[in-house]
């Protein structure tokens, strides 16, 4: 069992920054990644960026390429998400995941993880 808990979210304006944390206990071992998703109203989760425990190799999707960073703390297992120049587009409930199983045609979706934190919401205003 793994539990995820993020904090960091809150209210920002545009071209602000904002770093996202997620706290992780239970069985993490250094093979697994971490992924943040974000949700905004009516739409569909979608995939932010992601990180390897071990090694800390990163990806991003090309919306937030240049402006969000991923790191990871492991002797405190946490994951972080840097978030600069927020745009309103970027408002959401972003969500951080283990992805246990490394299956590379689900890197980037909801279907390759299997463990979910309660979410940050994060509010860009223009």
């Known amino acids: 069992q793994v539990q995820l808990v993020e904090s960091g979210g809150g209210l920002v304006q545009a071209g602000g920054s904002l770093r996202l944390s997620c706290a992780a206990s239970g069985r993490i071992f250094s093979t697994y990644a971490m992924g943040w998703f974000r949700q905004a109203p009516g739409k569909e989760r979608e995939f932010v960026a992601r990180?390897?425990?071990?090694?800390?190799?990163?990806y991003y999707a090309d919306s937030v390429k240049g402006r969000f960073t991923i790191s990871r703390d492991n002797a405190k297992n946490t994951v972080y998400l840097q978030m600069n120049s927020l745009k309103p587009e970027d408002t959401a409930v972003y969500y951080c995941?283990?992805?246990?199983?490394?299956?590379?045609?689900?890197?980037?979706?909801?279907?390759?993880?299997?463990?979910w934190g309660q979410g940050t919401q994060v509010t860009v205003s223009s």
């Open positions: 990180i390897r425990w071990s090694g800390g190799n990163t």
């Open positions: 995941a283990v992805d246990r199983n490394l299956i590379p045609a689900l890197a980037t979706m909801v279907a390759g993880y299997d463990y």
